[in-house]
């Protein structure tokens, strides 16, 4: 049986900051709307307190996140561990979408490295923190991080990337808006 935890204390933290990976998963309101999971990683997220959390989120494929939180802010946040200890972490909440030029924002940014695909930040508030067993996540090796992400924006520039983003985000692909052109 898991345990539900009041809230992300220093241990949890610590935890959670050595988790290569960790996943996303948000849903639009309609009944027949796609479920959106999506995998983070890289230096990019910041635990603001014990019921707070952020994240740089980058240029990507798609802005179903963004586009999700948007129209309701349901979101659950999973960190599980790969190595010789199972765990699995979930961070339930509520999240929001801070864009350039805001406090929040440069704030967040502030405390990663700099990388050319960042285009927004991810703030949730979280409501509920809960850990279970993971014993049937498998257990592998960490390699490295992609510099492929960072090499894309780079090889595109900023106008590139603008032209990228009003091409495939502006729209979640159930048509619900993502980021503002």
Known sequence: ?????DGIDDALAAWIRTQPVWFVATA???????VNVSPRGLDSLSILG?????????TGSGVETIAHLRENGRISVMFCSFDKRPRVV??????RVVPPGEPEYDDVVARHAPHPSTRAV???EVTRVSDSCGYGVPVMDFVGERDLLRLGAEKRGPDGLADYRAKHNAHSIDGLPGLPT
């Open 1 to 5: 049986m898991g345990k539900v935890f």
């Open 28 to 34: 639009p309101l309609a009944a027949d709307g796609r």
């Open 50 to 58: 014990p019921h707070r959390i952020a994240w740089v989120d980058f």
């Open 90 to 95: 979930r961070l339930h909440g509520t999240g």
């Open 122 to 124: 991810v703030v949730v």
